[in-house]
Nanobody, 130 residues
C-alpha cells in the first residue's frame, strides 16, 4: 500500500515562498513503485472543489501546471528519495488552501482530475496573508 505524507505547509505573507514535500513509501496494489507513478499536487480551498496544481511523470520528464500557478510554482521529484516537491513562489492570498499530493498510474497529460489518482496524502495547510 502506498503511503504519502505531505509537509512544509504554513503561514506566509503574500509574495513569499514555500516548499511542500511529499514523502512516499510502499508499493501500489499491483506492486508498482513510486518511480512508476505520476505525482500530482492538488489543493482545495473552503467551499471549492479540488483543483490540480501540478503533476509530474514517473521519471520526471513531463510536467503540467494549473493555469493559476503557471510560472510561479515548480514541481519536481527525487525518485532515489521517494519524494516529490512543490516549490511555490510569489504566493497570493488566493493560493490559501489545503494542499494534497496524490499518485496515479496515468501519464500527467491525461491525469487532470482527482479520479485519476489512486493514493492520497492527508494534506498540509498553506495560508497566505495579505
Amino acid at each position: 500500500q502506498v503511503q504519502l505524507v505531505e509537509s512544509g505547509g504554513g503561514l506566509v505573507q503574500a509574495g513569499g515562498s514555500l516548499r511542500l514535500s511529499c514523502a512516499a513509501s510502499g508499493r501500489t496494489a499491483s506492486g508498482r513503485t513510486f518511480s512508476s507513478q505520476t505525482v500530482g499536487w492538488f489543493r482545495q480551498a473552503p467551499g471549492k472543489d479540488l483543483e490540480l496544481v501540478a503533476a509530474i511523470s514517473g521519471i520526471g520528464d513531463s510536467t503540467i501546471y494549473g493555469s493559476s500557478v503557471k510560472g510561479r510554482f515548480t514541481i519536481s521529484r527525487d525518485n532515489d528519495k521517494n519524494t516529490a516537491n512543490l516549490q511555490m513562489t510569489s504566493l497570493k492570498v488566493e493560493d490559501t488552501a489545503g494542499y494534497y499530493c496524490a499518485s496515479s498510474p496515468v501519464h500527467p497529460m491525461m491525469a487532470h482530475t482527482p479520479n485519476h489518482y489512486d493514493y492520497w496524502g492527508q494534506g498540509t495547510q498553506v495560508t497566505v496573508s495579505s
